[in-house]
């Protein structure tokens, strides 16, 4: 993916080494958005940090870090990449739709983080909370989705990653066309029944669809796409996949246990997003039957 010399966000929050105390919430690697649903007030860490330093005092103040190129070239990576989301779906979202597209935060973060949906520590990997309609993100998780998950080394797999969550907060701003309820609410509604598994699959699908018609866009109009960055994302899909970690963890499948879908359903509803471009392909996955999803 094409990122030297190129615009980023100037909605990324960098609240990286700040430090936060507390138990975590786990929940999955991606898209543990249904899991962090109840909003619960968070204490921003900031406030803590010049406690005891008062006006009489002659604090020494610590000599700047040593900046890690690595961790800055990711942070820059991410920053071009939600620039590029906030492009594409502000654009489509009034040529497609005729509504407008309300910006996402995205939070930098390391080890732990509270957000408004309460705490989680890096080990559930980037996601989204619709209290606070920001992402987090731990810069640790480039080296986990190319090594542990064995996605592969592209840049553009940690692309679609981003891109994943972003299509949450899509769902936070579209619904079904003929109700006025978000794809998450719905979901949320649906927590403690028989298909509660069965509506996070296509909600994360969704994402991952979302994803896709963002790369298509993205491509088309900003011109980002290198070659095999398409095949990049396809791998970080499948390597997600509830199959493929199912049987890496615990050495079975347990289909009926899915909360993200299959490799198979991940990268085909990816691409199916990227080779239409359109949104209102999002519906879809609501529609049809459970069953079906294996074939978008």
Known sequence: MRVEGREESTNVEDARGAGM???????????????????ILGINPKLLENIGMSGGADPKQKPPEKLDPVQEARKTFTGVVLKDTETVWTEQFQEQLGKT??????????????????????????????????????LSFFDELATTLKAGKGDFGMAYVIAHEIGHHIQTQLGPPDKRTPYIVLVNNARGTADENKMQVRLELQADYL??????????????????????????????GD??????????????????????????????????????????????????????
């Open 211 to 240: 994803a896709g018609v963002w790369a298509h866009h993205a491509n088309k109009r900003l011109k980002v796409l290198e070659p095999g960055d398409d095949q990049e994302a396809v791998a970080a899909a499948m390597a997600v």
């Open 101 to 138: 597209y309300k910006l996402p935060k995205l939070k930098l973060y390391t080890g732990a983080v509270q957000s408004a949906c309460g705490f989680a520590q890096a080990a559930v990997g980037p996601f989204y909370c619709p209290g606070d309609e920001k992402v987090y993100l731990d």
């Open 21 to 39: 105390g507390g138990m975590a919430v786990g929940g999955g690697l991606i898209g543990i958005v249904v899991l962090l649903l109840a909003s």
């Open 243 to 296: 199959d493929v970690l199912q049987k890496r963890s615990r050495g079975y499948v347990q289909p009926e246990s899915f909360t993200h879908g299959s490799a198979k359903q991940r990268a085909a509803w990816f691409m199916k997003g990227f080779q239409t471009g359109r949104i209102d392909g999002m519906h879809d996955l609501f529609s049809r039957r459970y069953e079906d999803l294996d074939r978008p």
